[in-house]
């Protein structure tokens, strides 16, 4: 009973798969899968493997941020299209641990839809006849009073990953 029951559950796994697999485009690639080689602060290599397909974490990734440039680029968007606070916790969410007890800092951050986003869910973040300027001022983003992001359905969903527990190295694997 045991083995039927498994492999009932093994075809389920798989009709759940193909039910989310992504489909090519007409007119451009799409990653499906990822793997990357992160290098931790005692210098030592960490594999880690993205799958963008079948219903995982990152199959609606929209943006990947890996950098404090990049933190400072999505800060200064969020901060023009959300108001200040948005581009203040998305600073907050890099620069700091999610966990006081996290051995270091997120290695990214990944942007995703909104929850309950339609299709085109980012076309309507800026209205044409808005004028926006982006400013490069890392003070202004950083020390502006704070007022409060609405929690809206059309705000973004930001998540710092990779920075909550330790790591076996890969030459100790």
Request: with cysteine; proline share 5%; hydrophobic share 40%.
């Amino acid at each position: 009973m045991f083995k039927n029951t498994f492999g009932m559950l093994i075809g389920l796994a798989l009709v759940t798969c193909s039910v989310f697999a992504q489909e090519p485009l007409r007119d451009r690639a799409i990653i499906q899968y990822m793997s990357a080689d992160i290098l931790l602060p005692d210098n030592s290599l960490l594999n880690v493997d993205m799958s963008f397909d079948c219903g995982s974490d990152f199959s609606e990734t929209a943006m990947i941020i890996t950098s404090d440039a990049g933190a400072h680029l999505l800060a200064t968007a969020f901060t023009s299209l959300y108001g200040p606070s948005a581009g203040k916790q998305i600073l907050a969410s890099w620069n700091n641990k999610v966990d006081e007890s996290d051995p270091r800092k997120p290695t990214f951050l990944v942007v995703t839809p909104p929850e309950n986003a339609t299709e085109n869910w980012y076309e309507s973040g800026i209205a044409k006849s808005t004028n926006k300027t982006l400013n490069y001022s890392t003070n202004s983003l950083t020390s502006v009073t704070s007022d409060e992001v609405e929690a809206s359905s059309t705000v973004p969903v930001v998540r710092a990953y990779c920075g909550s527990r330790d790591h076996i190295a890969t030459s100790a694997q």
